[in-house]
C-alpha cells in the first residue's frame, strides 16, 4: 500500500510519500512545496498543483490522505486553504488514488496516542516510527508525514 500525505495549504504544502512494508511504514520521498508569497492566489494554487502532479504522476499512490481544514481566525486564509485542498483532491482522482480525510486529532492520536498531543510530541514519535525524515524536513513536511503514518495505520 502506498500513499501520499498532504499537509494542504497554498503558501507550504507538505506532501509525503510513503508505503508499508512488511508491517513497517517507510518513507519514499517527502518535500514541502513552496509558492511565491508575491504571486496571486491562482497562480499560487496552480504551481502547487503543477508540483503536486509531478509527485503523484512520479509515485503512483492507491491513496492520498489529506488533512481536514482546521478554521483558525482568518477566513481568508481558509477559503485559500479550501481551495488548494480542492485541486488535491481532484488530482489525487484524476490519477485514480483514493483519497482519505483525517482530523487534526485524528492524525495526532494516531502518532502519539494522544488527540490534543502538540507540535513537539508528534515530531518526537514521528522520529521514531519513521526514522529516515530528512533532517531539515519543515513544519508541513512533518505534517504531511503523520497524515500518512495516519492513512498507513488505518488501512486494513
Do not use: W
Amino acid at each position: 500500500m502506498k500513499v501520499i500525505g498532504v499537509d494542504p495549504g497554498y503558501d507550504r504544502l507538505g506532501v509525503a510519500v510513503m508505503e508499508k512494508d512488511g508491517g513497517k511504514e517507510r518513507l519514499i520521498f517527502s518535500t514541502c512545496i513552496l509558492t511565491d508569497k508575491k504571486a496571486a492566489l491562482p497562480e499560487r494554487i496552480g504551481e502547487a498543483g503543477a508540483q503536486f502532479r509531478s509527485i503523484i504522476s512520479e509515485h503512483r499512490p492507491d491513496q492520498v490522505a489529506i488533512e481536514t481544514l482546521f478554521f483558525n481566525k482568518n477566513q481568508k486564509t481558509a477559503v485559500a486553504v479550501a481551495e488548494a485542498r480542492g485541486a488535491i483532491i481532484f488530482l489525487a482522482r484524476e490519477y485514480g488514488a483514493a483519497v482519505k480525510e483525517f482530523g487534526p486529532a485524528e492524525v495526532k492520536v494516531a502518532v502519539t496516542g494522544y488527540g490534543k498531543s502538540d507540535k513537539t510530541a508528534v515530531t518526537d514519535m514521528l522520529r521514531r516510527l519513521v526514522p529516515n525524515i530528512p533532517l531539515k524536513a519543515m513544519d508541513d513536511e512533518y505534517d504531511a508525514i503523520a497524515v500518512a503514518v495516519t492513512a498507513l495505520a488505518h488501512h486494513r
